[in-house]
T-cell receptor, first 117, second 114 residues
Framework: GAGVSQSPSNKVTEKGKDVELRCDPI?????LYWYRQRLGQGLEFLIYFQGNSAPDKSGLPSDRFSAERTGESVSTLTIQRTQQEDSAVYLC???????????????FGPGTRLTVT | GESVGLHLPTLSVQEGDNSIINCAYS??????FIWYKQESGKGPQFIIDIRSNMDKRQGQRVTVLLNKTVKHLSLQIAATQPGDSAVYFC?????????????FGKGTHLIIQP
């Protein structure tokens, strides 16, 4: 079956431009997570969506970062006025239930590699 | 907040040997642990998980051991193969809620030598 997909796979943008990254979770998965992974580093939690509940935005590094999700479908992560330190791989993951019902494994997409020049 | 750390950033193992990747965690409230494998250019892939009411769980060629007394987690890979070369992340979580998703360690790069 189809896994988590992300687009674009690579994005090069100029400093100061806005970018929008897309995530299509596995159908039926209620929980969706965004992570950031800098080169050679671990995963940094950004935001968590669970069904129609208010998202947990506690990991967003600044107000330039925002994310939306329509119901239990696609999510977009938007970075406004990009800075060079935003360069990283942005990973999306989905899971059947999410942490409030007990953890289940998160299925990751391939990521979007963002380069800010 | 508390975070997960790894003892060794790089581990080199001969093909066919067993490998052990270690992980220390500091949040005593964590009750769920996962190991992920990440190959170059790909997203992390689930390997095996364990809940805090267990101290050992086995999968295909992999075993996860949890020692809650010393807050230590390990991943054992039996009879390593070239395809096992990757970065391995441990992650912890707390099912009782909290601000974060899973907390990941920085990873251990496993290199399988022929």
């Amino acid at each position: 079956g189809a896994g988590v997909s992300q687009s674009p796979s690579n994005k090069v943008t100029e400093k100061g431009k806005d970018v929008e990254l897309r995530c299509d979770p596995i159908s039926g998965h209620t929980a969706l997570y965004w992570y950031r992974q800098r080169l050679g580093q671990g995963l940094e939690f950004l935001i968590y969506f669970q069904g129609n509940s208010a998202p947990d935005k506690s990991g967003l590094p600044s107000d330039r970062f925002s994310a939306e999700r329509t119901g239990e479908s696609v999510s977009t992560l938007t970075i406004q006025r990009t800075q060079q330190e935003d360069s990283a791989v942005y990973l999306c993951a989905s899971s059947p239930t999410g942490r409030l019902a007990g953890f289940y494994e998160q299925y990751f997409g391939p990521g979007t590699r963002l380069t800010v020049t | 907040g508390e975070s997960v750390g790894l003892h060794l950033p790089t581990l080199s193992v001969q093909e066919g040997d067993n490998s052990i990747i270690n992980c220390a965690y500091s949040n005593s409230a964590s009750d769920y642990f996962i190991w992920y494998k990440q190959e170059s250019g790909k997203g992390p892939q689930f390997i095996i998980d364990i809940r805090s009411n267990m101290d050992k769980r086995q999968g295909q060629r992999v075993t996860v051991l949890l020692n809650k007394t010393v807050k230590h987690l390990s991943l054992q890979i039996a009879a390593t193969q070239p395809g096992d070369s990757a970065v391995y992340f441990c992650a912890e979580g707390y099912s009782g809620g909290g601000a974060d998703g899973l907390t990941f360690g920085k990873g251990t790069h496993l290199i399988i030598q022929p």
